[in-house]
T-cell receptor
């Protein structure tokens, strides 16, 4: 079983719509979860971190965590063409030592 | 806003040559990392470094790789004898406290081995 799984996409949404990005992880002991955005040829840029079950909102972004289901998601409201990028889910996997493990990323395309 | 800086941004090297990638982590951060991303693939953990020693390393980080903090600000990744498959973007990162804390990435060093 892969440590961090994401649907590779591409996920296409119209401008102004809500984009929903999902991620599952294997280690029940994980405590720290992150969403990064990566534009082509650039480095990962932190969008949000979440540590507790429930929702965490920051501007147009909402991260949702459900540790019982081992599931973390990112909602982007009022999607803009500039949101088009690859979104990386990253989880601190304690099971394999203390390291941040990335999913393969979901490509998001926002159409104007 | 403090940031992680990396040099060079792009390096082309002959197979078998040694390469050193340099990084200046955020000044009050205590944990340092190297990750790499082969073109079209996911970001992969290489090594973490704390208190002047390696705290974690992946199976990718074999004897050809080494890390060093030669002074109070720089953090380097050395590849002793580069192979074609070492061609990738190498990201340096740092975090303020223990792992689990937010990790901030530099802009990356793109290494091409020919």
């Amino acid at each position: 079983q892969k440590e961090v799984e994401q649907n590779s996409g591409p996920l296409s949404v119209p401008e102004g719509a809500i984009a929903s990005l999902n991620c599952t992880y294997s280690d029940r002991g994980s405590q720290s979860f992150f969403w990064y955005r990566q534009y082509s040829g650039k480095s990962p840029e932190l969008i949000m971190s979440i540590y507790s079950n429930g929702d965490k909102e920051d501007g147009r972004f909402t991260a949702q965590l459900n540790k019982a289901s081992q599931y973390v998601s990112l909602l982007i409201r009022d999607s803009q063409p500039s949101d088009s990028a690859t979104y990386l889910c990253a989880v601190h996997i304690m099971e394999y030592g203390n390291k941040l493990v990335f999913g393969a990323g979901t490509i998001l395309r926002v159409k104007s | 806003e403090p940031e992680v800086t990396q040099t060079p941004s792009h390096q082309v090297t002959q197979m078998g040559q040694e390469v050193i990638l340099r990084c200046v982590p955020i000044s009050n951060h205590l944990y340092f990392y190297w990750y790499r991303q082969i073109l079209g693939q996911k970001v992969e953990f290489l090594v973490s470094f704390y208190n002047n020693e390696i705290s974690e390393k992946s199976e990718i980080f074999d004897d050809q790789f080494s890390v060093e903090r030669p002074d109070g600000s720089n953090f380097t990744l050395k590849i002793r004898s580069t192979k074609l498959e070492d061609s990738a973007m190498y990201f340096c990162a740092s975090s303020e406290r223990v792992p689990g804390n937010t990790i901030y990435f530099g802009e990356g060093s793109w290494l091409t081995v020919v």
